[in-house]
């Protein structure tokens, strides 16, 4: 029978300075406007779970001991860094009632570490992308209604493309350059509508009432952009009353039953999905010290 014999140590060391500058004008309270330029690091490491397919071949007769360097090259991922460009502005209004916010953003990345599956489908791993570009817009809205009504709109657009990416798969260089970048939402947004009310008196000295809508999509799964979820929402809510240090909820999630997936990973040649939480309804007690 064969015996193969892999023993050894491999480490890694980084170093990185990370500038960042900014510059913000502001004028009366709440109100101003921002810029910043900073660089972005994520940090490199080792692929654990490849070390199972790694003796897997090793124990293979027909393919070639590795040694310590050839164990290190493949399963390391090297750094993520970034340079990243944002300008905002932040205004109130309406004796402070009402406060907007948008902000614009624009990321040069390079060596995006993007999740892959093992080719063995025991696991995943981190590997290294080229170029990518990701840019868009946050706004949000807060504003205080009066009477105890609050009411809350955030949004988000992002863009974020591979500039330069070739992927050596089962032998074959595949460009994917131009395509999105996976489990990265295009569009995000919520919005919540409360209403909180409190007095001295009576059997209950409290009431809080929340309803939360939120959507998210157009979401692709892989880097060929074959795999994709649409827009999607979900609605939420809460009725609460409370007594002295006592509350209790009433709450509902996903209200409508809206069937969504929220990850997607591949396994043994299989591909699977993992489906979101269907409706749920709850009562939650809690008592405050």
């Known amino acids: 029978s064969h015996q193969a014999t892999l023993k ?29 330029f900073a660089k972005g690091y994520k940090t490199g490491g080792f692929n654990i779970h490849e070390i199972s397919d790694i003796v897997r071949d090793a124990l293979n007769p027909r393919n070639p001991q590795l040694n310590e360097d050839e164990v290190k090259a493949r399963i390391m991922y090297r750094p993520e860094t970034s340079w990243n460009y944002e300008m905002g502005w932040n205004n109130t209004f309406a004796d402070q009632r009402i406060k907007t916010n948008i902000t614009l953003f624009f990321m040069k990345i390079n060596g995006l570490q993007l999740t892959e599956f093992l ?41 974020a493309s591979f500039k330069h990416y070739l992927s050596i798969e089962n ?31 009576g059997f209950i000295n409290g009431f809080i009432a929340n309803i939360a809508w939120s959507g998210i999509g157009k979401i692709y799964w892989n880097e060929s952009n074959d795999l994709y979820d649409d827009f999607y929402n979900t ?27 929220t990850f997607y990973f591949e396994s043994f040649g299989n591909k699977f999905f993992q489906k979101g939480k269907p409706t749920q309804l709850g009562i939650t007690v809690s008592y405050t010290l």
């Open 8 to 36: 050894g140590t491999v480490d890694t060391l980084f170093l990185e300075i990370l500038p960042k500058f900014s510059l913000k004008y502001g004028w009366n309270k709440g109100n101003f406007i921002y810029g910043s």
């Open 235 to 261: 609605t939420d809510f809460k009725l609460g009353v409370k007594k002295n240090n006592i509350r209790l909820d009433i709450w509902g999630k996903n209200i409508f039953n809206t069937s969504y997936n």
């Open 119 to 159: 080719e063995s489908g025991a696991g995943r791993k981190l590997t290294n992308a080229g170029k990518a570009v990701s840019k868009g817009v946050e706004a949000s809205m807060d504003i205080d209604l009066g009477s105890g009504f609050y009411w809350d709109i955030n949004y988000g657009f992002a863009h």
């Open 171 to 201: 032998g074959n260089t595949v460009d994917y350059s131009g395509k999105l970048v996976p489990y990265a939402p295009q569009n995000t947004v919520n919005t919540n509508l409360s209403y909180q009310k409190t007095w001295n008196k």
